[in-house]
């Protein structure tokens, strides 16, 4: 796993930023992050271009009237961090693909943006991220507080779900030891249970014990040195495990959900089928970390090319 040394926070004058700031000041804090880029995109001016030609400078003024409220807002909420470096970048034109192109010409290691409730959004800048990003994405929902000591890894025991669970690992042992980690193994029950002579609940007992004795072959290739990690075996009889996931977080007080990526082209750009994009979009109640190997960047060169 990289260390995050470099981040980027998409900021946009709404009661969210306030949230977003506090998370990048103690993501910074416990990473020793060297370069933090606060973003503001506007999505048209809107200006006609007699308008621009009468009245020349008028964007400039109106871009570094942007960066002077931003720098005011991140003094407000941004404790000074020695060694951090911040700095504030006011693009105009599609959200998703001006961040894309940032965090690939400035080498991110993650992209922090809010995910909306109550206020106006869409969201679909969220998905876009989770599917192009050259780096890990987290989503940060309105009114969370910057927390990291559990960590809930929901996993299917495949390749990507490691390195979601390795990456879990290193954000626990930089919070320290009072962190702890619970693997989420959701496993279906398939309709036809009964045509094996069993009762639902003795057929969901082997279930869990498969996942189980799964659960201690694939921990035996990961260092868990230090780290105290809960194992939980969650039945789906309705083939919705995105449910399952938020209901285990929010029991277990969770303050962050960890998924992986995979694949390195548009078609495969989530792991688990459409599991992490169906999270993305289901779950408004707890930070969602979509983690991704640097620079397994997912098709966003195709992505960017009509910039």
């Known amino acids: 796993m990289y260390p995050i040394k470099k981040m980027i926070v998409c900021l946009d004058q709404s009661p969210l930023d306030q949230t977003l700031i506090a998370f ?16 503001n995109v506007i999505k048209n001016f809107g200006l006609p271009k007699e308008m621009l030609e009468e009245f020349p ?23 000074p961090q020695k060694g951090l470096e911040v700095s504030f970048v006011v693009k105009e034109g599609n959200l998703s693909k001006k961040v894309l192109k940032l965090a690939e010409e400035k080498s991110v290691d993650l992209i922090l943006l809010g995910k909306k409730t109550t206020l106006v959004g869409t969201g679909v800048a969220s998905q876009r991220m989770a599917r192009r990003a050259s780096c890990s994405l987290l989503l940060v929902p309105e009114n969370t507080q910057p927390n990291f000591t559990r960590l ?7 390749e990507h779900s490691k390195s979601a669970l390795e990456e879990g690992i290193l954000w626990a042992k930089k919070q320290g030891q009072k962190t702890e980690l619970f693997f989420q193994n959701v496993f279906t029950i398939p309709s036809g249970y009964y045509f094996t002579g069993k009762s639902l609940e003795e057929f969901t007992d082997q279930l869990k014990t498969h996942a189980a004795a799964n659960f201690k072959k694939f921990i035996r290739k990961i260092d868990t040195k230090g780290i105290k990690i ?25 303050d962050v959900i960890l998924i992986g990526a995979k694949g390195n082209t548009a ?10 994009e169906r999270l993305i979009q289901y779950n408004n109640r707890v ?3 979509v983690s991704r190997p640097k620079g397994k960047n997912a098709g966003v060169l195709d992505y960017l090319l009509d910039i």
Do not use: W
């Not at 003024?61 to 409220?69: I, L, P, T, Y």
């Not at 039945?235 to 977080?249: G, S």
């Open 24 to 39: 990048a000041g103690a993501i910074s804090k416990v990473n020793q992050v060297k370069k933090i880029y606060f973003t």
């Open 57 to 79: 400078g008028l964007i400039e003024k109106m871009v570094a009237e942007r960066k002077a409220a931003m720098e005011i807002t991140v003094q407000n909420y941004l404790a």
């Open 152 to 158: 809930l890894v929901p996993s299917d025991f495949s």
């Open 230 to 254: 809960t194992p939980i075996y969650t039945p789906d009889q309705d083939d919705n495990p995105i449910q399952e996931i938020v209901a285990t977080a929010l029991a277990h007080n969770a």
């Open 267 to 276: 078609s495969t750009a989530l792991h688990i089928g459409s599991l992490a």
């Open 287 to 289: 930070p969602l970390l």
